[in-house]
């Protein structure tokens, strides 16, 4: 087994003929993982449960009749329900709730026969990009860390599912997404990973943000291996890759603003190797696209962000109330956008004023979020699009520290991927290049209509083929 190169959907085949057990892989899962355990990756690492089912996987295994995902390791965000482990969606008052069953996506990967290794860290209650969280940590220093870079940041908010498996330590896992939780940290880890189309995954049993914005997403290895849990999770048939040379891709210029030379150089490269692959590169514009998008973003999140979170203590048993967990919460980030923010339902204005969170939220359910859906659908319709591409993120990873967490970091981070999220459309994350000063990971995001969701993994399955993998990091 060669834990660097292996992919979900070669595992499978594998532990389905026969080739590798269960066992084996598990343990090389577990081993590795606790050999990184510098990457604060892990909040809880179930072992004795991974080898259960593992060995259960191989006692029962049928040769060529095997599930999707059987035998395969992977990981699980913490913020997202696993029977019988802790959920604390990395927060300190959550730490000791043990939810009974699985959350629907959780139960359809374990269906599919995968083996749960452990629940992964994450920015605290997902309101982050950074991962910065110096409540949970296993290695010395505070905060997950880049699989390719321990000094710096792995993105967030799903860090630790991101770090694993940009590490090679699983190649599949699940994250959420608010507002780029999944894109971020794949981005910055070298991996893949799909933002679907809001609802297209069950929300049930996963600590929220905003139930107009918060999705489940597949994190993985490659483009191929996302497509392989999106079908175990919503179903459908095998994807095939797209015809480059049918494809039409759009780019807007204003997504290009704040990048670092790794980025910019990268981006260019890769739509030049499109271009000279038969793809048609349309140059679009789309205006107000980061005006309509602010209206909508910080308004809805931080509106919903009290009734969800309150509806989810309840419902889940954790017997833990919303004053609680805020009085609780560790990272100063977090706990200034709880109590400054969430609770008292305020929203920052001009001049260090605070307004009333309602008008806003009101105004961008009725008036602003609607326009930027149809700003997304008319630029579709009439240049003829497939996707739009741009930088997942304007730089590389940076130093990991509590400043990586500041309100400048976060915005930055999100620049291009919080559009999209706000008008709830599918996004995929590529990885495409090591930065050539950096050797740090470079990513592109592929916007599709909303629904697209199978259609953009199609692409996405394409350009992997052209962009290669990633070589995976130094050891």
């Known amino acids: 087994m060669d834990l660097d190169q292996l992919t979900a959907t070669q595992a ?20 590795r993982a606790k050999a990184k355990a510098e990457l604060n990756a892990f909040i809880t690492l179930d072992e004795a449960g991974a080898m259960k089912a593992a060995e259960s996987f191989d006692a029962g295994r049928k040769k060529g009749s095997c599930k999707p995902l059987a035998g395969v390791p992977v990981v699980i965000k913490d913020n997202i329900e696993v029977a019988g482990l802790p959920a604390s969606a990395g927060t300190p008052a959550l730490k000791g709730f043990v939810p009974k069953k699985d959350a629907p996506v959780a139960a359809k990967l374990r269906a599919a026969g995968a083996i749960i290794i452990g629940k992964t860290n994450m920015h605290e209650l997902a309101f982050g990009i950074s991962g910065y969280n110096a409540a949970f940590k296993t290695g010395t220093e505070s905060g ?15 860090s630790g599912t991101g770090a694993a498996v940009g590490a090679r330590i699983v190649t599949a896992g699940l994250g959420t997404d608010t507002g780029g939780s999944v894109r971020v940290p794949c981005a910055l880890n070298g991996c893949a990973a799909l933002r679907p189309t809001v609802g297209r995954y069950s929300q049930q ?6 139930h107009t914005r918060d ?26 890759p797209a015809d480059l040379k049918q494809l039409r891709i759009g780019v807007d210029k204003s997504m290009l603003a704040n990048l670092d030379g790794d980025t910019e150089a990268a981006f260019k490269a890769a739509l030049e190797k499109l271009k000279a692959s038969g793809v048609t590169i349309v140059d679009i514009e789309m205006p ?21 979170m309150v509806a989810y203590l309840k419902n889940s048993g954790s017997r833990v109330s919303i004053e609680n ?15 400054g923010r969430v609770i008292p339902r305020k929203l920052p204005g001009p001049n260090n004023t605070v307004s009333e969170a309602k008008p806003a939220y009101d105004a961008a359910m009725k008036t ?18 497939d996707a739009i591409a741009f930088p997942t993120v304007p730089k ?26 706000n008008a709830g459309v599918p996004g995929i994350q590529l990885p495409i290049a090591l930065g050539a000063s950096s050797k740090l990971p470079v990513g592109l995001e592929l916007d599709g209509p909303t629904g697209s969701d199978r259609r953009l993994l199609a692409v996405g399955m394409a350009m992997e083929k052209l962009f290669g993998r990633l070589p995976p990091p130094s050891r």
Do not use: H, W
């Open 325 to 339: 967990l805020a009085k609780e919460i560790a990272s100063p980030d977090v706990k200034g956008t709880y109590e």
């Open 368 to 385: 602003a979020r609607p326009a930027l859906q149809a700003l997304y659908r008319d630029t579709f319709a009439k240049n003829k699009l």
């Open 205 to 210: 049993g996963i600590a929220p943000i905003s």
């Open 215 to 240: 999705t489940a997403g597949p994190m993985a290895s490659t483009m191929a291996d996302v497509a392989a849990l999106d079908r175990v999770i919503a179903g459908g048939g095998a994807i095939a």
């Open 288 to 308: 107000k696209l980061a005006e309509l998008s602010g209206q909508v973003g910080f308004p809805l999140a931080l509106y919903e962000a009290y009734d969800d």
């Open 144 to 158: 997950v860390r880049n699989a390719y870079d321990a000094t710096k940041i792995a993105g967030g908010s799903s």
């Open 12 to 31: 499978a085949a594998d532990l389905c003929a026969g080739k590798i057990t269960s066992k084996a892989l598990t343990s090389a899962a577990l081993a």
């Open 396 to 421: 590389v990873a940076i130093a990991s520290n509590a400043d990586a967490s500041s309100l400048a970091n976060f915005l930055l981070f999100i620049q291009n991927t919080d559009p999209g999220s």
